[in-house]
């Protein structure tokens, strides 16, 4: 081997030595960083998981997160990598401008790690850097990259550019060099583009003052000039459940079902009643393994057959002209919206339009591990503000397993059925334009199979 080839054999051994060091540094980093991350879990005012979102520690009892995450949150909870759940005591800090919340907790002596530290100066361009977080629940996934630039971009001011990795979970992760050293917060991703990233410089985070605590978003609310607790306002009308009484027989059971679910296409009981052995006939029809005599006809069963024998009684309610001409521009709405869920891949298996004072309800049935939304639209010039809630009968209570309460006239609930079953979805009116009017309403609910 002649000298040139040997120094240059050298070198690559030198290269690749240092290249090992510098691997095993970054993963005692990682080690130590990882346990100051924390998923940030905000919950709505049922106290049901909103979101995830991502949280790093500053000292013991301080961590820093994005402020969307928290954003009108009722309450916050943290959850550590080895899943111990703690809840957040307040707001100690906050600038929606910088995006930028400061949280308090209080630790138990068990939970240990090291504090992260913020970099005063900013990053260089090409400085290679690190993200630790939680994309799509993900956690403590580890990304990196570089640093692209420093930039001022518009509606957030001064940004770091960079190339790592993050996905909707990562906002509030800690974007860092290689020793651990915090550059700033992860807090926004640019669709359309190859690896847009931003975050909020460390600079900005620090310059926040602590100004004491800030309590969340209250859970109560003022339903019909009423200031309540938001749970106390949705109460589920059972009347309509479902459940017959057990000291029925199985054939009265199954005429039960049919006298309620006609009632839920607004068909007095008489005019049910009369058409009885018709609706019978329509069950043998439709499902000839099923003997009302001895089988359990289910409520979607009674309810297809009712559809399809009588119908929906639209004399049921009589409207006003222009309370229909309402309606009718709903219902358009609503037939365009189904349109696109089906282009979209989304299936819509219900819509519900019609006038709403305090309250409404309706009895879906959903399937278990689909997962769904219900999506509400109101007269405006009536309604200001109308919340869902979407409850399962569980263990004898009305348990809500999906609820949209924030002040706007379009609320949206979106969950992932637990089981198949009959759910309540229920609607109610938190504000009205003119008071004591009744306004109109359109829902629709669309389901899609998890992929």
Do not use: C
Request: aromatic share 8%; net charge negative; hydrophobic share 40%.
């Amino acid at each position: 081997m002649n000298g040139r080839l040997r120094l240059f054999a050298l070198g690559m051994l030198v290269l690749v030595a240092t290249e090992g060091v510098r691997g095993q540094d970054i993963v005692a980093m990682l080690k130590t960083v990882k346990p100051a991350v924390v998923t940030v879990i905000p919950q709505n005012t049922f106290g049901l998981d909103d979101g995830h979102g991502t949280g790093f520690f500053i000292s013991r009892k301080h961590l820093v997160t994005n402020y969307h995450v928290i954003e009108g949150a009722s309450s916050v909870k943290i959850r550590f990598k080895d899943s111990a759940e703690v809840d957040v005591l307040h707001i100690v800090s906050q600038d929606s401008a910088s995006d930028i919340a400061i949280l308090e907790v209080l630790l138990p002596d068990s939970i240990a790690f090291t504090p992260l530290k913020f970099k005063p100066t900013l990053p260089e361009q090409g400085e290679r850097i690190y993200v630790v977080g939680n994309p799509l629940e993900f956690e403590q996934s580890v990304s990196d990259g570089i640093v692209s630039s420093v930039r001022v971009v518009k509606d957030y001011g001064k940004m770091i550019q960079f190339t790592a990795a993050i996905s909707g979970g990562n906002s509030g992760s800690p974007l860092m060099d290689g020793q651990g050293i915090v550059l700033g917060v992860a807090s926004v991703r640019i669709n359309g583009g190859q690896n847009l990233n931003f975050a909020i410089p460390a600079e900005r985070v620090q310059a926040l003052p602590l100004i004491g605590k800030i309590d969340f978003k209250p859970t109560q609310k003022e339903y019909d000039g009423v200031m309540m607790n938001v749970r106390d306002a949705f109460v589920v009308d059972t009347s309509l459940i479902g459940k017959p009484p057990d000291s029925l027989s199985l054939k009265e059971q199954n005429v039960w079902r049919m006298r309620t679910a006609g009632q839920r296409f607004r068909w007095p009981i008489e005019v049910v009643d009369k058409n009885m052995n018709r609706l019978m006939r329509g069950v043998k029809r439709n499902y000839p393994k099923v003997d009302v005599e001895v089988d359990t006809l289910t409520m979607s069963q009674a309810r297809g057959v009712v559809g399809e024998m009588l119908g929906y009684n639209k004399d049921g309610i009589q409207y006003p002209d222009e309370i229909q001409a309402k309606l009718s521009t709903i219902e358009l709405g609503l037939q365009y919206a189904s349109a696109a869920m089906l282009t979209a891949g989304a299936e819509p298996t219900a819509t519900v339009a019609g006038t709403i004072g305090s309250h409404g309800q309706i009895w879906q049935e959903f399937k278990k591990d689909m997962s769904y939304a219900v999506m509400t639209i109101s007269d405006t010039t009536a309604i200001q503000d109308i919340d869902v809630a979407v409850f399962r009968f569980v263990d004898g209570a009305w348990k809500v397993i999906a609820s949209d309460t924030d002040d706007d006239s379009r609320p949206m609930a979106a969950f992932e059925a637990p089981e198949s079953d009959e759910y309540a979805i229920v609607w109610r009116v938190a504000r009205r334009t003119k008071k004591d009017e009744e306004g109109v309403f359109g829902s629709i609910v669309v389901g899609a199979s998890k992929r």
